[in-house]
């Protein structure tokens, strides 16, 4: 499956940004999804997941209430809402895309990767 997420860009902290994310290729369907960020001088992490049929969601601990994933198989996309954007938010967000158990959250357990889209929080 390929992906690919867009949606970032300079928002002032306290602001919203909407990321999608398509998905081509593979029926969309059976994959986890998930939202993981990379800042710069800094290792990438965990931000969101969602289950193959949304009904069961997680999120990063420095995200949860602000942050929200969804998705939408029909569309074969992938959203990430980000509400009360903080400066420490700012980094690059992939989303990604796994096979495996909605129970493990971490990066090695995602197959699939997308390019990035660059989120900027000014203070």
């Known amino acids: 499956v390929q992906l690919q997420a867009y949606g970032g860009g300079l928002v002032q902290a306290g602001g919203s940004l909407r990321l999608s994310c398509a998905a081509s290729?593979?029926?969309?369907?059976?994959?986890?999804m998930g939202w993981f960020r990379q800042a710069p001088g800094k290792e990438r992490e965990f931000v969101a997941d969602?289950?193959?049929?949304?009904?069961?969601?997680y999120y990063a601990d420095s995200v949860k209430g602000r942050f929200t994933i969804s998705r939408d198989n029909a569309k074969n996309a992938v959203y990430l809402q980000m509400n009360s954007l903080k400066p420490e938010d700012t980094a690059v967000y992939y989303c990604a895309a796994k096979t495996g158990q909605f129970f493990t959250h971490t990066i090695e357990s995602f197959e699939y990767w997308g390019q990035g889209t660059q989120v900027t929080v000014s203070s």
């Open positions: 969602i289950s193959l049929r949304g009904a069961s969601t």
């Open positions: 290729g593979r029926t969309f369907s059976p994959y986890v």
